[in-house]
């Protein structure tokens, strides 16, 4: 739908001239007092995001106090998951007795149950994505409805940018595990399980951004006689991005993540805290969505004569996106859902040649 109701804006735009009274001293195809209706300009565009990380908001399918079988799990993996406020001593010494006699393993028919916790939900504090700077070529086209009124068309060639990652990710897992049956009680279980690390392989993800904007623009000073012409606009930004792609390393981690979330499915906590493949195969998605925002634009033109002028500008764009991401698997749907807003909030600074007609 926004899509398309930009496509319409940018038709209406164009057609401005042609929809009109062609008798209009406002529309008319016709030279204006002194001044020309239509300009184009062209040169580079740089783009600098001025917004801050923000953390990441986590979903998985494992439900509060879901209940899972722990399967085959090994001594060592208990001893390093055991809460350090663990009240039953006793079977913790025991844990240790076993693994002190050469034992490696306590089998599915002894571990019992377990019962999950911290992993339905949590914010990752200190983790997030932030945009590179960028520069590509800055196309503009004004229509002037008067010598200082005039709506001005912002474009240019879709960038490719980086977003940075920030921190890393871990989830916050808890359990209380009931062996045998609960004839030697429950223990607790306790630690923060390492996921991935945004910011340790390069940029995290990279996405091509679109971002046209219209702006109404009052332009100083008289066609004519002022060469310098300062001008201040107001308009809205419209952001859109494709070919979003995932650092090829932090989606493995995903990956693995996700594995993790279908073994407590299957009733292998064991098997999910020792980062063992699971049965499923888990897909990794990463989407932004679109969004508007207000631009303002502080710029000036300078007149080499009556058609070609020089331009340059400084806008800011109150911009912010949000990013998913998704790990699917075919028999248990959506596994993991993270997202996080993407406080772009650009600087845009541009400088070009142009030309009147």
């Given amino acids: 739908m926004m899509k398309k109701s930009l496509f319409c804006m940018t038709a209406a735009f164009f057609a401005l001239p042609t929809i009109t009274n062609a008798a209009s001293p406002y529309f008319s195809l016709k030279d204006g007092d002194g001044f ?4 184009v300009s062209a040169g580079p565009l740089y783009v600098k995001p001025t917004g801050k990380a923000q953390p990441f908001r986590i979903n998985t399918s494992v439900k509060e106090n879901e209940k899972s079988k722990v399967g085959d799990i090994k001594i060592k993996t ?4 055991i809460s350090d406020d663990n009240s039953n001593i006793v079977l913790e010494k025991l844990i240790d007795t076993l693994g002190g006699l050469g034992a490696d393993e306590i089998p599915s028919w002894l571990s019992g149950t377990a019962e999950v916790r911290g992993l339905s939900q949590w914010d990752a504090e200190n983790t997030g994505l932030e945009a590179d700077d960028v520069t590509t070529l800055g196309l503009m086209s004004n229509y002037f409805f008067t010598d200082n009124f005039s709506l001005e068309l912002k474009a240019g060639i879709p960038p490719k940018v980086d977003l940075q990652g920030k921190g890393k990710i871990y989830a916050p897992f808890s359990a209380t595990a009931t062996p045998a049956g609960g004839i030697a009680g429950s223990m607790e279980l306790k630690n923060n399980l390492f996921i991935t690390d945004l910011e340790g392989h ?3 993800a990279s996405a091509r951004a679109w971002t046209p ?3 109404f623009q009052y332009h100083f000073g008289k066609t004519g006689v002022n060469k310098f012409r300062p001008y201040v606009g107001l308009g809205v930004m419209y952001a859109y991005f494709s070919e979003l792609e995932m650092n090829p390393a932090i989606e493995k981690d995903l990956v693995n ?4 979330i279908v073994n407590i499915k299957d009733g292998k906590a064991g098997a999910a805290l020792e980062r063992k493949n699971s049965t499923g195969d888990p897909k990794v998605e990463l989407e932004a969505s679109d969004a508007i925002a207000p ?4 710029g000036f033109t300078y007149d080499f004569n009556d058609k070609w002028y020089a331009v340059g500008s400084v806008s800011y764009a109150h911009l912010k996106t949000d990013t998913t991401i998704t790990v699917s698997d075919a028999k248990y749907g959506e596994l993991i859902n993270a ?3 993407i406080e772009i909030n650009p600087i845009l600074g541009y400088a070009g040649i142009g ?3």
């Fill in 36 to 39: 020309k209706r239509f300009s």
């Fill in 257 to 260: 993540a996700g594995h993790m």
């Fill in 202 to 204: 390069g940029s995290a």
């Fill in 213 to 215: 904007a219209f702006e």
């Fill in 355 to 357: 030309y009147r007609f």
């Fill in 339 to 341: 997202k996080a807003d």
């Fill in 78 to 81: 208990i001893q390093d998951n």
């Fill in 295 to 298: 631009v303002a634009t502080a």
